[in-house]
């Protein structure tokens, strides 16, 4: 759990209780250390959040204390509305409902002022031609690379030459005018990067594989910055 997550969920069992919360309480359905929760609760005073209470005793947050509204500028909510639409017309169907919730959340708490900027907004992105993905189901497949799961595939490359492998996939793109799977191909032991509408055949597996999915992510990232870095002629 981030920080920032954490600190949010304190409030919120603080918020909850009747009586004086223990560090230990907090620590166990944060599932973190008591230590942690300390070190928490002392950056919560130090912003002001009206905590009271000591270690060994409990911790009381003062009623009528709430979080302070989300306050965005002009810019961050046109931000949130191009966003939003690009996924709309460019995502799978699950992610593109979601951005709509997501402009609806956000049209229900900025001021008044700024609602325009989501419902009629001054910002925006063509749609796009619709997409093969090769019969995928990209919603299942983007939870495959969240759980770090492997896939086995049938694949045609751009040379028409079949293959059948099975990979770890890691990240899904979404370019302008395909989808890809960027994953770790056992069969290679290197790399690879999939297009959807070139699978002729998908099969979801439950096994893990050995690394973490934002583990395999980082190094990609790594292994890309590498290939992309220019290096200067020897003097």
Not at 29 to 54: C, F, H, M, N, W
Not at 90 to 112: F, Q, S, T
Request: charged share 30%; hydrophobic share 45%; glycine share 6%.
């Amino acid at each position: 759990m981030r920080r920032a997550d954490r600190l949010f969920e304190i409030i919120q069992v603080l918020r909850r209780a009747s009586r004086p919360v223990t560090a230990d309480r907090i620590a166990a359905e944060l599932e973190t250390s008591k230590r942690t929760v300390y070190r928490d609760i002392d950056a919560l005073v130090a912003q002001r959040v009206p905590i009271r209470g000591e270690a060994g005793i409990g911790y009381v947050l003062d009623r009528g204390f709430d979080l302070p509204p989300l306050m965005l500028t002009v810019d961050e909510v046109e931000a949130v509305a191009l966003g939003a639409q690009w996924v709309v017309a460019n995502a799978d169907v699950a992610l593109a409902r979601a951005a709509h919730g997501v402009l609806a959340k956000v049209a229900a708490i900025v001021p008044e002022d700024l609602r325009p900027l989501i419902d009629d907004p001054a910002v925006g992105t063509p749609p796009v031609r619709d997409r093969d993905d090769g019969h995928v189901d990209v919603a299942r497949l983007r939870k495959w690379c969240r759980e770090g799961r492997k896939l086995a595939i049938g694949y045609v490359d751009e040379t028409g030459a079949a293959s059948a492998r099975v990979i770890r996939p890691f990240m899904i793109g979404y370019v302008a005018t395909v989808r890809i799977i960027m994953a770790w191909c056992e069969l290679r032991q290197d790399f690879r990067i999939f297009r959807t509408d070139r699978l002729t055949a998908v099969e979801f597996l439950d096994q893990r594989y050995p690394e973490r999915s934002v583990a395999l992510r980082r190094r990609w990232l790594a292994t890309m910055r590498d290939r992309h870095t220019v290096v200067p002629p020897a003097g």
